[in-house]
């Protein structure tokens, strides 16, 4: 198995940049793909990125396509989510999480039976 542990999360005024980091120890981190997820209070988890095994494809929600990059480092064996142009509407807690199978790009199936952080507070003011 993989255990991930996110960090990076803070406090950040709106139209600010924040980087969070995911690292993975355990089984090969390359042998994962991984995805971004958030949830705010009172709401359900959303999808918010996912990135193939080797960081060549990338997926991104609607309301955060062209302000965060989902990236990898291998080698590192840590993930990345950097988040430019907050919004308040972007304060939530982030978990990173790992698959092994393919289908990384589809939303509903990240489910129980993958492998999760704990979470990283995120909070965008105003």
């Known amino acids: 198995q993989v255990q991930l542990v996110e960090s990076g999360g803070g406090l950040v005024q709106a139209g600010g940049s924040l980087r969070l980091s995911c690292a993975a120890s355990?089984?090969?981190?390359?042998?994962?793909?991984m995805g971004w997820f958030r949830q705010a209070p009172g709401k359900e988890r959303e999808f918010v990125a996912a990135?193939?095994?080797?960081?060549?494809?990338?997926y991104y929600a609607t309301s955060v396509k062209g302000r965060f990059t989902i990236s990898r480092d291998n080698a590192k064996s840590t993930g990345y989510l950097q988040m430019n142009s907050r919004k308040p509407e972007d304060t939530a807690v982030y978990y990173c999480?790992?698959?092994?199978?393919?289908?990384?790009?589809?939303?509903?199936?990240?489910?129980?039976?993958?492998?999760w952080g704990q979470g990283t507070q995120v909070t965008v003011s105003s």
């Open positions: 355990g089984r090969t981190f390359s042998s994962y793909t």
């Open positions: 990135i193939s095994w080797n960081g060549g494809t990338t």
């Open positions: 999480a790992a698959k092994r199978d393919s289908y990384y790009w589809d939303p509903i199936r990240w489910t129980s039976s993958d492998h």
